[in-house]
């Protein structure tokens, strides 16, 4: 099954949704916030907001989907198509697309695996200066790396994201 290429509508919807925990149609710097907290990034609201405000007509607090949409072309804008039958993350037949495409915001290389450069490259496009140091996104990788490869693989990437 390939999925389309990172202008497709569905998928970002399907990333909104993930982020979107509580389903009222805007991601919350509360939301976000705990995302980032699942990824073991630090940061803090004032840090947040201040990406938000750097969109074009976003409020401090929330972004809507039009808005989100920006944030996510600014992330993605070097991604390209991929086909999830061509990568090794796919080690489950019913992992959900919107947890693959989310991952594939972070598999910038489309190998099937997260690696402290590539964490540290979206994260640097998302202003955190946590990210200027190599050592942290190492120290990041290391709390979901289950199997001690210093690398993110989806299964791994789909357990940190979808335990409480």
Not at 53 to 81: G, N, V
Not at 94 to 114: M, N, Q
Not at 120 to 138: I, K, Y
Request: proline share 4%; aromatic share 8%.
């Amino acid at each position: 099954m390939a999925i389309p290429n990172k202008d497709d509508p569905q998928i970002l919807h399907s990333i909104f949704q993930i982020f979107d925990e509580d389903g009222d149609g805007c991601v919350s710097v509360d939301e976000l916030l705990h995302i980032f907290e699942k990824l073991g990034m630090q940061t803090s609201k004032c840090s947040i907001q201040s990406l938000f405000s750097e969109l074009p007509h976003a409020p401090k607090d929330r972004l809507s989907k039009k808005e989100f949409q920006e944030l996510y072309d600014t992330i993605c804008a070097p991604a390209h198509e991929f086909d999830v039958n061509d990568s090794s993350i796919l080690c489950n037949a019913d992992a959900d697309e919107e947890l693959i495409a989310a991952f594939h915001v972070f598999d910038r290389d489309r190998d099937g695996f997260i690696s402290p450069t590539e964490l540290q490259t979206v994260l640097r496009s998302l202003g955190f200066l946590q990210a200027n140091h190599l050592s942290a996104c190492v120290e990041m990788i290391k709390r979901a790396d289950q199997n001690g490869d210093g690398r993110i693989d989806f299964m791994e990437f789909k357990r940190m994201l979808t335990s409480q």
